[in-house]
């Protein structure tokens, strides 16, 4: 799979995430769920990823982010790169208490932490070492 394949079907599959997180009937709150300061559209989705409005938003804009670096291979790593890095980030920040709700702003805690670490070693492996397909004829 090319580093453009990477990019749209990440990109297709947080789109999707982003907008399943909107369908009420799809989230559950727990009453073990850590307090945050948005509460909007707060839930677990399909009763596993803690999420919310702003985190919501944020997969939506990955997606389209992802769409978009379709259209070339230097877009499509650049794509993977950021990725990896935000979603190490994340991971990070998923672990440690009181960074794992990014300041009250978004959930980033519990089965979130996994899925963001498998997110950033996948999307490393296409940012840094795919390398852009050479077209039939052209050796």
């Known amino acids: 799979m090319s580093a453009r394949m990477f990019a749209i079907v990440f990109g ?3 789109l999707a995430v982003g907008l399943l997180g909107f369908v009420p009937a799809l989230r559950s709150l727990p009453a073990d769920a850590p307090p945050i ?3 909007s559209g707060y839930g677990y989705l399909l009763g596993l990823f803690p999420i919310n409005l702003l985190h919501n938003l944020v997969h ?8 978009l670096a379709y259209r070339s291979f230097p877009a499509a790593r650049l794509y993977a790169r950021g990725l990896a890095v ?4 994340l991971t990070v920040f998923g672990l440690i208490p009181g960074l ?3 300041f009250g702003l978004t959930p ?3 089965h979130d932490v996994w899925l963001h670490a498998l997110t950033a070693i996948i999307a490393a492996w296409f940012g840094w ?3 852009e397909p050479v077209p039939a004829g052209t050796r």
């Open 12 to 14: 297709v599959i947080y």
């Open 37 to 39: 300061t948005v509460t």
């Open 60 to 67: 939506l804009a990955i997606g389209v982010w992802g769409l």
């Open 86 to 89: 935000i979603y190490g980030v």
């Open 100 to 102: 794992n709700t990014l």
């Open 108 to 110: 980033l805690f519990g």
């Open 129 to 131: 070492k795919a390398v």
